[in-house]
Antibody
Framework: QVQVVESGGGVVQPGRSLRLACTAS????????MHWVRQAPGKGLEWVAT????????YYSDSVKGRFTISKDNSNNTLFLQMDSLRAEDTALYYC????????????WGQGTLVTV | QSALTQPRSVSGSPGQSVTISCTGT?????????VLWYQQHPDKAPKLILY???KRPSGVPDRFSGSKSGNTASLTISGLQAEDEADYYC??????????FGSGTTVTVL
């Protein structure tokens, strides 16, 4: 079955960096775009970033553009989110999600990894 | 990239129907067929229940249905059950491979 598992969260000081990882299984990773979505404590979902199936194109929300970088290692079935210049408002549970099989938008989600700034 | 507008909460008795609206703009909901809905139980990951406005992934009960008119999408839960009590979020493609989520709606089963 489709599974994505996030890791790398933790407590970090403002201005520092953190790198999240998402390991995928149960599907052909190289054929799918991937997303990062976050949820601040007690708040709603916020789209963060998307990458194409081959990692050749990346797209970001205005709130993280220029600070976060999404990348994809199709050889190791792993998605990354490099987060630089972290701010208190980046504190959230970060979800990795696969793009839809027949459409656009996240379909299968992981359980998330918590980042506290 | 402003969040889509959803009612903060809706409620209904078991067996009744409830409808959640999701209002955006011509740049997101009004411009594309790619509207998704997610169900999120407390301390759980979101679960996709509708995509492409009204398509249900395998395993999602047909009690969940969706529609769209202009810049507003809607999710209807028919035959409300206790297990439907959760938070629901809409999401729309907003062009150039960007997405926007709704503010979220809490469904309470009375």
């Amino acid at each position: 079955q489709v599974q994505v598992v996030e890791s790398g969260g933790g407590v970090v000081q403002p201005g520092r960096s953190l790198r999240l990882a998402c390991t995928a299984s149960g599907f052909i990773f190289k054929n799918y775009g991937m997303h990062w979505v976050r949820q601040a404590p007690g708040k709603g979902l916020e789209w963060v970033a998307t990458t194409w199936y081959d990692g050749s194109h990346q797209y970001y929300s205005d709130s993280v553009k220029g600070r976060f970088t999404i990348s994809k290692d199709n050889s190791n079935n792993t998605l990354f989110l490099q987060m630089d210049s972290l701010r208190a408002e980046d504190t959230a549970l970060y979800y990795c999600a696969r793009d839809g099989q027949d459409s656009y938008g996240p379909d299968h989600w992981g359980q998330g990894t918590l980042v506290t700034v | 990239q402003s969040a889509l507008t959803q009612p903060r909460s809706v409620s209904g008795s078991p067996g009744q129907s409830v409808t959640i609206s999701c209002t955006g703009t011509s740049g997101d909901i009004g411009g594309y067929k790619y509207v998704l809905w997610y169900q999120q139980h407390p301390d759980k990951a979101p679960k996709l229940i509708l995509y492409d406005v009204n398509k249900r992934p395998s395993g999602v009960p047909d009690r969940f249905s969706g529609s769209k008119s202009g810049n507003t999408a809607s999710l209807t839960i028919s035959g409300l059950q206790a297990e439907d009590e959760a938070d629901y979020y809409c999401c729309s493609y907003a062009g150039s491979y960007t997405y926007v989520f709704g503010s979220g709606t809490t469904v309470t089963v009375l």
